[in-house]
């Protein structure tokens, strides 16, 4: 499954992986409201799909994403911001809660919006030589996309700080420091070591995947009794899946799980 090469997103399907490419190479996959809309559709797409089971989100051409793109914004920012982050903001939404983990592949530059959504992925492998900056304060605006939540559970609130008022450019040997992404790999083995991640987490335990998900984002609003009670909760819904009762019978026959994401 594929969609047309003239689109500003690209869909493809291959097994239980879902790959989801940013196609602006020309500008550097700066985010318009088409591509905004698109991603939001196939977002919906996927996570109503219970057989994707991983989902990779990536550039094409020489970067990632280089954030919004600001003839979107030039004529009528107040307005042109409502089109974009509309869409954007719901796009979070989607990913944030379903079961399929994300993936971001990072490569060349993840800038402004760019940075901002490679932040609400569950994994983020980036090449050598990759450039990140939040970049709002170099256009004397605040930041969107979700960079304001993310940024200060990743790295802290002093540092986010210092990240988003100073703008400065940060190389990929910060980010892995910082904790922006897990890990860091040649350019010419970003696509291998991203396919076998995705590989390995297609073959697990989506529902799992999925309910671990939101109890690790949503714990930085509860308190421990009430985290305590979601967890009860999801490990109930856990316990009625048919891959915790394979999981299970497996442990005691000493061999690995095999699962399918029911």
């Excluded at 989607?94 to 990072?106: K, S």
């Excluded at 109890?215 to 109930?236: C, D, H, K, P, V």
Aim: overall charge neutral; hydrophobic content about 50%.
């Amino acid at each position: 499954m594929s969609t047309p090469s003239s689109a500003p997103l690209q869909f493809e399907r291959h097994g239980a992986i879902a790959t989801l490419r940013f196609a602006r190479p020309e500008a550097l996959n700066a985010i318009n409201v088409p591509m905004a809309q698109a991603l939001l559709s196939a977002a919906r797409q996927l996570a109503a799909d219970p057989t994707v089971r991983a989902v990779v989100l990536c550039g094409a051409g020489k970067g990632f994403m280089a954030g919004g793109d600001l003839a979107t914004l030039r004529a009528d920012p107040v307005q042109g911001a409502a089109d974009l982050l509309g869409p954007l903001n719901e796009v979070l939404q989607v990913f944030a809660t379903m079961n399929a983990p994300l993936i971001a592949q990072v490569h060349g530059v993840a800038a402004g919006a760019g940075l901002s959504l490679m932040l609400q992925a569950d994994f983020v492998i980036a090449a050598e030589g990759t450039r990140f900056n939040l970049a709002y304060i170099n256009l004397g605006t605040s930041c969107d996309v979700g960079a304001s939540w993310a940024l200060p559970r990743l790295v802290g609130l002093r540092k986010a700080l210092e990240i988003a008022l100073l703008g400065d450019t940060l190389t990929s040997a910060d980010a892995e420091r910082l904790g922006l992404v897990n890990r860091v790999v040649p350019v010419d083995q970003l696509d291998a070591e991203v396919q076998k991640l995705a590989e390995r987490l297609a073959k697990g335990p989506t529902l799992a995947y999925g309910a671990m998900k939101r109890l690790m984002r949503e714990s930085f609003e509860r308190n421990l009794g009430a985290q305590l009670a979601a967890e009860t909760t999801a490990f109930a819904g856990c316990a009625a899946t048919q891959d915790m009762k394979d999981g299970i019978e497996a442990f005691f026959a000493k061999q690995p799980a095999t699962f399918h994401g029911r």
